[in-house]
């Protein structure tokens, strides 16, 4: 495990280079914010009444990585799916689809390409990410404590991209309303992935957020029925529009 370790947080730095300028297992069935369809609903609609801005090159440059992360995700769950009879995959595969068509919808309102049209489950348009998910998969197939540490990584450094644009983006609400209920789901992928470690008797230390973060995340509540503003403010609660 260790030297496939060092093998993708040295490819994963690479994630920390390009953005830095520019419930337990149980608990896993419904990861996203905003489980039920009139959250849902209240996110769409917001998001519809936003203005759409011209992103500038740094935010475009954000937005379609942002789309092969999601779908390098997912990729990677489903593939562990088909290796580990767990519920915490499948369960995050979807969250993470939702998470792509969150992103796809921000492309189609800049008129900006998709990079993920027309790819299969584990195909890229960027070699980078190809090499990623390739090595990826190939440390999650080692064991299932191995394949749990990938998901922990992966959400790591998602959750840190995701602050990132955050605290790096002041004037594109609808992109900042997308990443706002992301991050959220990518804390529940956390918790979920970091639940089932701990349940076999191992321990996650983050490489991106800090470990106080982490463990902020990690006590505190599964945000699953919760749609938030590009504020962070909350939007909607179980349909319950604020």
Known sequence: MKACTIIVMTTMTCIGALIAPAAVEAGQGNSQPGGSSDCQQAL???????????????MVDAVTLLREEEKLARDVYLTMTALYDLSVFPNIARSEQQHMDLVAKILARHGLPDPAEGKGVGEFSDPWVQGLFDDLVEM???????ALTVGALIEDVDIYHLEHILEHNPMYDDVNLVVQNMVAGSRNHMRGFVGALDQRGETFVPDYITEDD????????????????????????CGRGR
């Open 214 to 237: 982490l463990e902020e995340i990690l006590s505190t509540p599964m945000e699953t029925a919760v749609i938030y503003d590009e504020n962070g403010d909350i939007l909607a609660e």
């Open 140 to 146: 999650g197939e080692t064991s299932l404590i191995d």
């Open 44 to 58: 769409v609609d917001r998001l519809d009444n936003l203005p759409v801005d011209e992103l500038d090159a740094e």
